[in-house]
């Protein structure tokens, strides 16, 4: 009994290690249809929830359904013009996204760990 508590208790701390490789503050700049767009995202994540902020020149809005699945992270933000999803995955220092509009056109967004 002893060592299934350990073992468990072992486990749980290896997801909340490997959870928290996402928490931080990441940025990187997406290739859009106005241009360049730099982009700053902030994550924390709580168990397989993921909490935080998108925020570039033209707009800073509350991520909304946030998912972080292993290694595999997905969010949304609502904008006026509607909703922009984030789905991708966190290796290290890189975060790489696939970011798609109301139009349902995606676009790369490759975001830095900032240290």
Excluded: H
């Excluded at 700049?29 to 709580?46: S, V, Y």
């Excluded at 999803?85 to 790489?96: I, P, Q, R």
């Amino acid at each position: 009994m002893k060592t299934y508590f350990v073992l468990v208790l072992a486990l749980m701390s290896a997801w909340m290690v490997y959870a928290a490789e996402v928490d931080g503050t990441w940025k990187g700049t997406a290739d859009t249809p106005m241009g360049p767009m730099e982009t700053t995202i902030t994550l924390q994540a709580d168990g397989e929830k993921l909490n935080g902020t998108v925020k570039t020149d033209m707009f800073e809005s509350k991520i909304e359904n946030g998912s972080l699945k292993g290694g595999k992270v997905s969010f949304a933000i609502n904008m006026d013009f509607g909703t922009l999803t984030y789905e991708g995955a966190v290796a290290g220092d890189e975060l790489k996204l696939k970011v798609t509009g109301p139009d349902g056109n995606p676009s790369d967004l490759n975001c830095k760990r900032q240290k």
